[in-house]
């Protein structure tokens, strides 16, 4: 999220860049708009992820956990 906001900010202030680094020194890419759209889609797809994995995580104990019957 900083990434995005820090190339944000220079394609704001009007900076060319000729690696904006967001794939490193072995794919560079100029800051263009479109590099920030990417950004702004990554970090869309990472909250989803984030929300479904949290979604679907069991709100119950496993099934081989002991109850409190079972502890006699």
Not at 15 to 34: A, E, I, K, S
Request: aromatic content about 12%; proline content about 8%; glycine content about 6%.
């Amino acid at each position: 999220m900083v990434w995005a906001v820090l190339a944000s900010q220079a394609f704001a202030r009007g900076l060319v860049l000729d690696n904006c680094g967001c794939f490193g020194t072995y794919l560079p890419q100029p800051l263009r708009w479109y590099v920030l759209v990417e950004d702004t889609l990554m970090l869309l797809y990472a909250g989803l992820l984030w929300r479904g994995l949290h979604r679907a995580r069991p709100t119950s104990p496993p099934a081989t956990a002991r109850t409190p019957q079972e502890n006699h």
